[in-house]
């Protein structure tokens, strides 16, 4: 299997959110936030599509500025996850950050998701936080921190 990342744009938009909202049903994020994002780009923004068999099935984003990095989203169909698209993700998004001078990357991830937890921390990240009842049901978000120059 084959898989390619490459910049996102606002044609991917219709099958970006329709991994969108099969990944986060309770809260997904609405197509006009999407382009919101991609609209900041590449100012503050980088968000990236993987291909696999010539279609999306993954994507993910980063806001940027100053010394500081945040993973905005990243989503793997779930057909494809335990594949490496999430990694290859995440490692775009870190590449990215220290391209672009930040020190540090932080994110939320779902305390009701042990995959991506177990993800993150794979890759370093550090449990500096939690946010209670951060998503729209009610779940709580744990802060996560990866300082790319330790």
């Known amino acids: ?24 049903p309770a809260d997904a994020w609405s197509e006009g936030m999407l382009r919101g994002e991609l609209d900041d780009q590449p100012r503050t923004r980088h968000y990236v599509v993987a291909l ?22 990243i989503a793997v169909l779930a057909e494809w996850r335990r594949s490496g698209i ?20 932080f994110l939320e991830v779902r305390a009701d998701n042990p995959g991506a937890q177990a993800v993150y921390d794979r890759f370093g990240f550090e449990r500096i936080g939690m946010r209670l009842r951060y998503y729209e049901d009610g779940t709580d978000a744990i802060m996560m921190r990866k300082d790319l120059h330790a």
């Open 52 to 73: 696999a068999e010539e279609a999306i099935v993954g994507y993910a984003g980063l806001a940027a500025a100053g010394d500081q990095a945040d993973v905005q989203t």
């Open 1 to 24: 299997m084959t898989t390619a990342l490459r910049q996102m744009t606002f044609d991917d938009l219709p099958a970006v959110m329709e991994i969108e909202r099969r990944t986060f």
């Open 86 to 105: 999430g990694g290859a993700l995440l490692t775009e998004l870190l590449t990215e950050a220290e391209r672009r001078g930040a020190v540090s990357v």
